[in-house]
């Protein structure tokens, strides 16, 4: 396996979101807006990212 990486930005705020969304968010590590982290690309993160989608920008 290779040690790609995903960036993800938090691109709206945690407003009236769900709580089980919160802390997807907050275990990819975000925290305000504009955050941005670089994650090991792997199952769980992606599934994460698909759960929270319209919070989030990926970029590769």
Do not use: F, W
Request: charge should be positive; aromatic fraction near 2%; glycine fraction near 6%.
């Amino acid at each position: 396996m290779s040690d790609k990486t995903v960036k993800v930005r938090l691109v709206k705020g945690l407003r009236g979101v769900q709580h089980r969304h919160r802390l997807s968010v907050r275990a990819l590590g975000l925290n305000k807006i504009n955050d941005m982290r670089e994650l090991k690309d792997s199952p769980q993160v992606r599934g994460l990212i698909h759960t929270v989608n319209y919070l989030v920008r990926v970029e590769l």
